[in-house]
């Protein structure tokens, strides 16, 4: 069985607070309010095996 990826979805998005979430073994973090474009590109980053750019946390990379 593969690894399941697991991206939290939190109101707490400051970069300390996803640092933790990365060190607690979540793979990526999407924060709320939920923007749609956010999220795909975060399910499309799991499923091509990508891994997400932490450096623009926050910032809409659905046109990446």
Do not use: H
Request: hydrophobic fraction near 40%.
């Amino acid at each position: 069985v593969s690894r399941i990826p697991i991206i939290a979805i939190t109101t707490a998005a400051a970069p300390g607070e996803v640092l933790r979430y990365l060190a607690c073994g979540m793979d990526d973090v999407v924060a709320k309010p939920i923007e749609r474009g956010r999220l795909a590109c975060a399910i499309s980053e799991m499923l091509s095996g990508r891994q997400p750019d932490y450096e623009t946390f926050g910032e809409d990379r659905s046109a990446a």
